[in-house]
């Protein structure tokens, strides 16, 4: 009698690799988790979520492919924790300002600020393109592999997120 796959041991990713990953990514994982939620304690929690996800499910990560699969994990928290009914609202955090700041460092602090908020005041699917292209750096084919939409849609959120940007931007002047 042959022997299901079911009792088979489970697969284990190896230690080694995990811990490259880890020290190569995270970061990027808890700066993308950040920019989505607007908190670090959230952010944090969602970056240990996708290294649990790495750890436990041991996926088939291409060469070269590893930092695509992880944010993917990343932003799909995100978008979870965001949609959730208990997240009603953007918190920012309270920045710390130095002893003594100059008066050009408050105020590259406060449009920073100010840009931040408007990204998160963004429809989601808005703002994850934004935060991917923009924060991170990644073109719109990688964009397009992560999110699983063509490139056309990414171009365009790309495009309808910047003109949403500036008319809150804008209005905040007014």
Not at 22 to 48: C, H, I, N
Not at 98 to 113: F, S, T, Y
Request: charged letters at 30%; hydrophobic letters at 40%.
């Amino acid at each position: 009698m042959s022997e299901s796959p079911r009792s088979a041991p489970p697969k284990r990713m190896d230690d080694a690799v995990f811990e490259l990953l880890y020290q190569k990514y995270a970061t990027d994982v808890l700066r993308v988790s950040y920019f989505y939620l607007g908190d670090r304690q959230k952010a944090e929690d969602v970056t240990q979520d996708v290294f649990v996800k790495l750890l436990t499910s041991c996926p088939e990560l291409e060469e070269g492919k590893e930092k695509a699969w992880l944010l993917k994990v990343a932003v799909n928290r995100c978008r979870d924790l965001w949609r959730a009914s208990w997240v009603k609202r953007v918190v920012l955090g309270s920045p710390q300002l130095e002893l003594i700041p100059d008066e050009r460092a408050v105020d590259e602090r406060l449009e920073k600020q100010e840009l931040l908020k408007a990204v998160h005041s963004l429809p989601a699917q808005f703002r994850e393109v934004i935060l991917l292209h923009y924060y991170q750096g990644y073109g719109i084919a990688e964009i397009s592999g992560m999110l699983d939409l063509p490139e056309g849609t990414i171009s365009s959120r790309l495009s309808r997120g910047r003109k949403k940007l500036e008319e809150i931007l804008k209005d905040g002047d007014a």
